[in-house]
């Protein structure tokens, strides 16, 4: 086999369009040639480093019609993004403020209660025109 026929079938091998009978030849060839494995594995690092570029590129539209487009497409709830920082800064302060008042010493949410205890004192009325009792001896 060739190694530039060879290198045309690596490609369909790699696009999943060569049938298995001949993917064996392919692979029995690779591991006979040097030149052959090295163009396998240069093609492989390239499809490696296409998809990070592609995963960090965002797609833009060619023109200001397909932003416009793109814009008016009906969008599910649940593909749209949620900033999260607001909410999660909520929870945490307030995750905070519980454990500052649970270690207050003394807090009154902590303490248990005590029973509190009432004395009924007769009424003294006290007039001026009667004279003060006497004092007892």
């Known amino acids: 086999m060739q190694c530039q026929e060879l290198q ?19 692979f ?8 052959c494995r090295a163009f396998f594995f240069a093609l492989q690092a390239l499809d490696g480093a296409l ?6 590129v ?4 060619a023109s200001p019609r397909a932003d416009l487009l793109a814009s008016l497409q009906p969008r599910s709830w649940w593909n ?11 929870l945490l302060i307030c995750v905070i403020a519980a454990g500052v008042i649970m270690a207050v010493p003394g807090n009154a949410f902590l ?9 009924k ?10 004279a003060p009792p006497e004092p007892r001896q």
Do not use: F
């Not at 993004?81 to 909520?90: K, N, W």
């Open 8 to 26: 045309r079938l690596i490609n369909r091998l790699r696009d999943g369009e060569l049938p298995e009978g001949e993917s064996t030849g392919v």
């Open 80 to 90: 749209q993004r949620v900033a999260l920082r607001l909410p999660i800064l909520a």
């Open 51 to 56: 998809a990070r570029i592609a995963d960090r």
């Open 121 to 130: 004192l007769p009424t003294v009325v006290v007039d001026a025109d009667t």
């Open 58 to 61: 965002p797609y833009r539209p």
């Open 28 to 35: 029995h060839h690779l591991s006979l040639c040097k030149e």
């Open 111 to 119: 303490r248990a209660p005590q029973p509190i205890y009432v004395t």
